[in-house]
T-cell receptor, first 115, second 117 residues
Framework: GQQLNQSPQSMFIQEGEDVSMNCTSSSIFNTWLWYKQDPGEGPVLLIALYKAGELTSNGRLTAQFGITRKDSFLNISASIPSDVGIYFCAGLLNAGGTSYGKLTFGQGTILTVHP | NAGVMQNPRHLVRRRGQEARLRCSPMKGHSHVYWYRQLPEEGLKFMVYLQKENIIDESGMPKERFSAEFPKEGPSILRIQQVVRGDSAAYFC???????????????FGPGTRLTVL
């Protein structure tokens, strides 16, 4: 089945630093999504990417849909303490006009920001 | 706008009992998905439903698990004769209709944390 490899598994950074994380897949996806999850809560959608090569920003967050459709990265600039949490990439495949609806998730990147 | 609602937030069951998890999608959303998350892991797809229809249940165990999304009321994930290995966080998500052009964006509820004693 489809698998997503997300790296790094964890990051410890100082407030103000930039952060980068990425996901690679053995399969192509039509959509890439990035989520953030706080302890005890559900994932919150940060950015959605729909086209190969697409670069999208949401405040201090920037994400790109890889040209091969098998990878994506997320950058966080000028990190702040509230960026702490677990970040997940997720891919979705639509084929032949049918939405499969099934998100495949990466293993997550645990981000710790030191003040 | 209210987000995706799930209840209960926490559920404790003894082995052999039944667990019922409820999910109300966001207003205007007709697609519902259930995922399971084990500690320190990503979410794993279980089932995708539209009103009164199961579209994809490829991630759902063949036995003891069932899901429904009736014409009226919330979606229900039902686990019969629970075992300790069923302990996990169960998340529901919903997505907008295809006419919105954003049908691939799934919005998650806060989850139900099931503990089987």
């Amino acid at each position: 089945g489809q698998q997503l490899n997300q790296s790094p598994q964890s990051m410890f950074i100082q407030e103000g630093e930039d952060v980068s994380m990425n996901c690679t897949s053995s399969s192509i996806f039509n959509t890439w999504l990035w989520y953030k999850q706080d302890p005890g809560e559900g994932p919150v959608l940060l950015i959605a990417l729909y086209k190969a090569g697409e670069l999208t920003s949401n405040g201090r967050l920037t994400a790109q849909f890889g040209i091969t459709r098998k990878d994506s990265f997320l950058n966080i600039s000028a990190s702040i303490p509230s960026d702490v949490g677990i970040y997940f990439c997720a891919g979705l495949l639509n084929a032949g006009g049918t939405s499969y609806g099934k998100l495949t998730f990466g293993q997550g990147t645990i981000l710790t920001v030191h003040p | 706008n209210a987000g995706v609602m799930q209840n209960p937030r926490h559920l404790v069951r003894r082995r052999g009992q039944e667990a019922r998890l409820r999910c109300s999608p966001m207003k205007g959303h007709s697609h519902v998905y259930w995922y399971r998350q084990l500690p320190e892991e990503g979410l794993k797809f279980m089932v995708y439903l539209q009103k009164e229809n199961i579209i994809d249940e490829s991630g759902m165990p063949k036995e003891r698990f069932s899901a429904e999304f009736p014409k009226e009321g919330p979606s229900i994930l039902r686990i019969q004769q629970v075992v300790r290995g069923d302990s996990a966080a169960y998340f529901c998500a919903s997505s907008p209709p295809r006419t919105s052009g954003r049908e691939n964006e799934q919005f998650f509820g806060p989850g139900t944390r099931l503990t089987v004693l």
